[in-house]
Structure formats: C-alpha cells, structure tokens
C-alpha cells in the first residue's frame, strides 16, 4: 500500500506563491496528481506526472501559475503555485495510481490518497 503525506498548505495573498510537497512511502505507481476541493464543489484534477518519463498536464485553469515536480530520491512530489487567485482557495490533495491517458482527472482512478492540505488565497 502507498502512503501519501501532503504537507505546504497555508494562506496566501492574491498573486502570491504556496508549494506543496506530497511524500511517498511504499509501491511507487506510474502517476502522481495534485487534485483540490473547495467546499460544495466536486474534486477536480489540477497536475499530474508520470513517474517513469516525468510528463506533466494541468487543467487549463493552472496552466502556465502552477508546476508539478517529483524528486524521485526522497519518492516526494510538489506542486508549485504561483500567481494564486482567491478561487484557488481549496483542500488540496496527493494521488497515486495506475492512470493513463485523460483519466488523471477522474479521482475513481487513483488507488491512494493523502489527508489533504488547506490552501486559502485572499
């Protein structure tokens, strides 16, 4: 089983920067995403990468504000954020599993999952 730990989260102003970090302990699976949930919202995928090739894909709305990293040293993934808008403002969360293609945003994809994160922006 995998173990995810998400640390990082916090209260940023608008335009400013947070980086989450997500260590890894146990099987190591080929995909690692960064999903977020604002209250009464669905979850929804915001980066993920492969672990073999280290590709990376983002939800249009991060796109060219947030970057998602692995360190396959210490098994840690981090999610870089910056330009942050209020309606970043979300529980932030580490996956891992066996995804291909456009599946990295379902969440039903993933096998595990961290506690999650607070990230608030105002």
């Known amino acids: 089983d995998v173990q995810l730990v998400e640390s990082g989260g916090g209260s940023a102003l608008a335009g400013g920067s947070v980086r989450l970090s997500c260590a890894a302990s146990?099987?190591?699976?080929?995909?690692y995403s960064w999903f977020r949930q604002a209250p009464g919202q669905e979850r929804e995928g915001v980066a993920r990468?492969?672990?073999?090739?280290?590709?990376?894909r983002y939800v249009d709305t991060v796109k060219g504000r947030f970057t998602i990293s692995q360190d396959n040293t210490n098994n840690s993934v981090y999610l870089q954020m910056n330009s942050l808008k209020p309606e970043d403002t979300a529980m932030y969360y580490c996956?891992?599993?066996?995804?291909?293609?456009?599946?990295?945003?379902?969440?039903?994809?993933?096998?595990?999952w961290g506690q999650g994160t607070q990230v608030t922006v105002s």
């Open positions: 996956a891992a599993g066996w995804v291909y293609g456009g599946l990295w945003l379902r969440p039903s994809a993933y096998n595990s």
């Open positions: 146990g099987y190591t699976f080929n995909t």
């Open positions: 990468i492969a672990t073999g090739s280290g590709s990376t």
